[in-house]
């Protein structure tokens, strides 16, 4: 059964740092792309990033680029979103995502299997 759980959200200061893991399993890690999303209270699911399998063609949302980095470690069938200078309109619940192909896409509705969330609030 293919399963992606994230993990790592909470409530961080403006200009604060975390970093969200996405641990995988039901399928080889090192075969296929994994992509992060955000969603946050009334609004329509968006790209934060996107990794290939090989970690060799990795896109980053505009508004995340120098701030946010996308890793994996595909010992551990865990892949990372580590997040600096977090900003209020940052505030979301957060997603990892494959589509079960090593082709990274930055629309969300690529993408067929999901995790629950996980919740990153920035607020002072």
């Known amino acids: 059964q293919v399963q992606l759980v994230e993990s790592g959200g909470g409530l961080v200061q403006p200009g604060g740092s975390l970093r969200l893991s996405c641990g995988v399993s039901?399928?080889?890690?090192?075969?296929?792309?994994i992509g992060w999303f955000r969603q946050a209270p009334g609004t329509e699911r968006a790209g934060a990033s996107c990794t290939s399998a090989s970690e060799g063609s990795t896109h980053y949302a505009d508004s995340g680029k120098g701030r946010f980095t996308t890793s994996r470690d595909n010992a551990k069938n865990t892949v990372y979103l580590q997040m600096n200078g977090l900003k209020h309109e940052e505030t979301a619940v957060y997603y990892c995502?494959?589509?079960?192909?090593?082709?990274?896409?930055?629309?969300?509705?690529?993408?067929?299997?999901w995790g629950q969330g996980t919740q990153v609030t920035v607020s002072s």
């Open positions: 995502a494959t589509d079960l192909t090593p082709i990274p896409h930055t629309n969300p509705a690529a993408y067929d299997y």
């Open positions: 039901g399928f080889t890690l090192s075969h296929y792309a």
